[in-house]
Every structure is written in C-alpha cells, then in structure tokens.
C-alpha cells in the first residue's frame, strides 16, 4: 500500500547514540513495525556487525548470501541483499560479522564515507522510510549512516550520565553537517527504558525538555519486559505483544515521527 505519492523519495534517518545499551536496536526494530503498522513503507538497515537489528527482525544472520558488508563494499546491490522481515512487515538490509572487516576496506576507498549513501541512491523510491541502526561507536560504519541521512533520532536513557554523553554526539553530528551532508540534522530525542518512579529519571527528563525544548518527542518509551522478550521470539515488540506499554508507547512514537516528518516537507 502506497502512502505517499510513487515519486517521493524515502526519509533516511539514522537511530544513534555512541553510548552502548541504550535502546537504539530496540527503537530501530519497534519502529520500523511501528510505521508497517501505519502503513508505511519501511527499509532497516542492520550497521552493526553485532547483527542484533537483523536478528530481532527474525532473520538469521547466519544463513544470508549476502549482506550489508557486501553492499559497502560494492559487490552486491541493496535489491540482491535486502530481506523480508515477514514477522514485521519491513524489509531489511541484514548484517553479520562479516561487516566489522568492512572498516578496512573502507578505509582503502574513494568517497569511504559515502559508500552507503550511493547504495541508498538505487532504493529511494521503493521506501517512505529508511532506519539506520547504528554501533555504538563515532566509526566509519556510522560515519556513513550519519553521511547517508537526512535526520538523527536518539534514543536515549534519562540518567545522569546521559547528557554528558550527549555533547559528544551532537558535536559529531555538527562536524559531518559541515563538512559531508548538510542535510542531517537532529530529528529528535526519545526518552527510553522509562522508568517514572525513579526522582533521578524526572529530574533528566525535565531538564532534557528545558534544553532541547521540541526536539524531545512526546512519547517516552517505559522499561518494559515484553520489549526485551521479543527478539527471542525473532519478532518486534509491537508485533509481540501489541497491548504491552512497551509497544503502545512504540506505536505513539511512530504516528508521532509522521507527523513530524510532514511538518518537515
Ligand atoms: P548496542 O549499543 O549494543 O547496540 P543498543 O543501544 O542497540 O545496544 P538495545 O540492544 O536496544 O540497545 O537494548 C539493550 C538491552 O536493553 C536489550 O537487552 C534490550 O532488550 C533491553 N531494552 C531496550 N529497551 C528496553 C525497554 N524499553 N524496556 C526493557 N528493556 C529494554
Ligand atoms: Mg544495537
């Protein structure tokens, strides 16, 4: 089902945080079902050689001809190698080990930072969304997520920590808008593994909200077990159990990026 016009072109955003453990494959995976769900045509590309987002979409990161390393290296197209996540409705562009050589190949390349951007270009009109599920590093693998986006969602936990973190990514952001894609921007920060009795957890979260004023997405996604289960499953938390908080929280996200996005054409 087509929800935009055949000519318009996808919105690529990068899921980011170089802090670990933060929620970022979990948000990527949610969210993807989340727009299926919202009839939306959806892209997952796994960056990560962990394989976490490729495994949580039901697929196995063993069992694949191809994946994303192939892509970057310029061996295999993003049509020959994408996969359908049939549990969430989304197709994917899987990954595996494989993918953590990519770096050196890349290194020894021309345009090495834009290599996933030209492989997107082939794509771009077959998705209204393209998500980037991001390593936790600043690496050349991110370097290329962040060079092949048009916006930056950051899932992030309201600990003491976090913000300090922050800086560091939002200063990467600021360095490859100005010297590889003046394009990327900060699209939004979403509040994750909520936990609302916790005074720290209020406290970051009001003070996230008086920094960043709107580009804290109203959702906030709870710590939520049923999200947890669900890669075991293969599937994505809102598929999982769709009544959890966890995924009714995932599903106002996605309508909430739409709406968003709309505001941005
Ligand atoms: P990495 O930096 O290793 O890529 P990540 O930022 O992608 O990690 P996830 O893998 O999404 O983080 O989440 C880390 C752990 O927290 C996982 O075990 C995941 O199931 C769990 N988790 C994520 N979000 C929630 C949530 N809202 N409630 C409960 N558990 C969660
Ligand atoms: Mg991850």
Redesign the pocket.
């Known amino acids: 089902m087509n929800a935009v016009p055949p000519n318009k072109t996808a919105r690529v955003f990068c899921i980011a ?1 170089q ?9 990527a995976i949610n969210l993807a079902a989340s727009l299926a769900i919202h009839n939306q045509r959806v892209l997952l590309i796994d960056l ?1 050689p ?1 394989g ?1 987002a490729t495994m949580g979409s039901g697929i196995d990161k063993s069992g694949l001809t191809s994946n994303l390393y192939q892509v970057l290296i310029g061996d295999a197209t993003i049509a020959q190698t994408r996969v359908r996540s049939e549990s969430g409705k989304y197709d994917v562009l899987p990954a595996n080990r494989e993918l953590s050589g990519a770096e050196m190949d890349l290194v020894q390349m021309e345009e090495r930072e834009r290599q996933l951007k030209m492989a997107i270009d082939t794509i771009r009109t077959d998705y209204d969304f393209v998500l980037i ?1 991001c ?2 590093t600043l690496s050349l693998l991110t370097l290329n997520g962040l060079a092949a986006a048009h916006g930056v969602i950051i ?1 992030m936990q309201c600990e003491y920590f976090a913000l300090e973190g922050l800086s560091d990514l939002v200063n990467t952001i600021k360095r490859v808008h100005r010297n590889i894609n003046d394009d990327l921007r900060i699209i939004g920060l979403l509040r ?2 909520f936990d609302p009795r916790m005074t720290l957890q209020q406290q970051v979260s009001s003070q996230l909200e008086a920094h960043f004023g709107d580009k804290v997405f109203k959702a906030v ?5 049923r ?2 289960e669900a ?1 075991s499953h293969g599937m994505p938390g809102v598929v999982y159990d769709r009544n959890s908080r ?1 995924a009714q929280a995932y599903l106002a996200f996605g309508k909430e990026l739409i709406k968003r996005v709309k505001a941005l054409d």
């Open positions: 945080n802090k670990g453990g933060v929620g970022k494959t979990t948000t990560d962990q976490n599920d390593p936790p899932p994750v593994m996604v709870p710590r939520n077990v999200l947890a890669p966890g």
